[in-house]
């Protein structure tokens, strides 16, 4: 009975893993269908400061101290318990019963109660998340574009988390009933902080009761944990993987600095200097984007990398006076552009023309002229998203390529050409004020 266990053991984590392996392989294809980026090489030390700062450390969640707290909690809790996850694998391939209780003594019985406090303030702060989202209603967590699947998708996950963190409680809790009852391998392990409040609701069952109450929460906990694994994929919490790289990735020049076209340079070299023009017949190079494939790939991470937490949109001036502008929303929108080509390139092996791209089909006009390029956005994403970025060389493309712009606008852009300034002035009439006040 017991080698039939740990086979069919070993057959669900292998399942589990190449299946997850499967969706991180389609994750990695739609991430490069995004052109190559000009990565700014050096300032690793800058670099990985973020990385421990804001990935590791959340360090922008705790500008608001509470919820800051709350959200430390539940990921300090899902990465630090998961440690245990380890332990039940080795387990569960060798037939053993905590595997590390023996060499590591008293410090074993110190971890699991350290394991235990984070579970129990993982299961107070997912409720207390899911009054936020469901009873309370907070605004940025109720917006229009969070209706459906991505309301769900983060009730799923807090959910998963509580029902996750009471099965390793309820294990822990039988464990100890039989320690007491100095049941088979059940060997005693120290107090159990946590589990060890409700353990008195289990001593006065017999032990085949307790062991099937143990094996069971056992099972359910690692089965729970692996489906999790093949949930992540589909779900915003992706971010918990790849904020780190998104972070290393980030910009590391001043906000506010724009990236110039090489295309736009090019062709003002060319005029002054047409010797300087390559020789032969040239394909025109593509200004701005219009669908995920103009993107770079950093961009499309970040779209990956977006928690929907609505932070970028509770900051935006352009939202916050009723504009259409929602730079979650343009997050999502390229997230679920790029997820649609790669179904796309599923089914056909090469993407076929659907007729549809991701700036007018996903993202309109409107929204993309009310951003006024504050940056707000990019300051306050807890993970260094840049929705400003994609905003830009969608209207790039907009003005560039379509020819799309309001008179207002078009009218700035010939002062800018002719008169080197937005507004309607001879350069050599820009002192005329001084003159006048003497």
């Known amino acids: 009975m017991q080698i039939i266990q740990q086979i069919l053991f070993v057959v669900l984590v292998v399942i589990a893993i190449l299946l997850f392996s499967r969706q991180v392989k389609n994750i990695r294809r739609n991430i490069l269908l995004g052109r190559d980026t000009n990565f700014e090489k050096g300032n690793e030390a800058e670099r990985w400061k973020r990385v421990l700062l804001l990935a590791l450390g959340q360090k922008k969640m705790f500008k608001y101290p509470l919820v800051g707290f709350m959200h430390f909690i539940v990921y300090a809790g899902f990465i630090i318990i998961n440690i245990e996850i380890l332990e039940i694998i080795l387990d569960g391939i060798f037939g053993t019963h905590r595997l590390f209780a023996p060499t590591l003594g008293a410090v074993y019985g110190w971890l699991i109660n350290g394991f235990e406090i984070l579970a129990l303030g993982v299961i107070i702060t997912c409720a207390a998340f899911l009054y936020r989202r469901n009873v309370q209603k907070v605004d940025r967590l109720n917006m229009r574009e969070l209706e459906g699947w991505p309301r769900s998708d983060a009730n799923y996950i807090l ?154 949109t509770a900051a935006c001036p352009a939202n916050i006076t009723g504009k259409k502008l929602n730079p979650r929303k343009i997050m999502m929108d390229t997230r679920d552009r790029m997820e649609e080509m790669g179904k796309n390139i599923n089914a056909n092996g090469d993407f076929k023309d659907d007729g549809k791209t991701l700036l007018h089909d996903y993202i309109t006009e409107e929204e993309l002229r009310a951003c006024t390029t504050c940056q707000a956005c990019v300051e306050d994403c807890p993970v260094s998203i840049s929705p400003l970025d994609i905003i830009v060389q969608l209207r790039r493309h907009l003005i560039m390529e379509e020819s799309h712009a309001p008179q207002e606008w078009n009218g700035m852009f010939s002062n800018v050409e002719n008169n080197y300034a937005p507004w309607k002035l001879s350069p050599d009439d820009r002192d005329k004020w001084a003159t006048e006040m003497s």
Request: net charge negative; charged share 10%.
């Open 159 to 312: 959910i998963t988390e509580i029902v996750l963190m009471t099965l390793f409680l309820t294990m822990n809790a039988a464990d100890k009933a039989l320690q007491l009852q100095q049941y088979g391998h059940y060997h005693q392990t120290g107090n159990f902080f946590i589990s060890g409040i409700i353990t008195p609701l289990f001593t006065g069952l017999n032990p085949s009761t307790l062991v099937v109450i143990e094996r069971t929460a056992w099972w359910l906990h690692i089965i729970g944990v692996l489906a999790f694994l093949n949930y992540l994929p589909y779900s915003k919490h992706l971010h918990i993987v790849l904020a780190f790289p998104n972070t290393y990735y980030s910009a590391v020049t001043p906000m506010g600095k724009f990236i110039n076209m090489p295309e736009i340079q090019n062709e003002v070299l060319y005029s002054m200097q047409p010797e300087l023009a390559p020789q032969g017949e040239q394909s025109p190079g593509k200004f701005g984007a219009k669908d995920v494939p103009d993107l770079t790939w950093k961009n499309l991470l970040d779209a990956y990398s977006c928690t929907e937490c609505g932070r970028c």
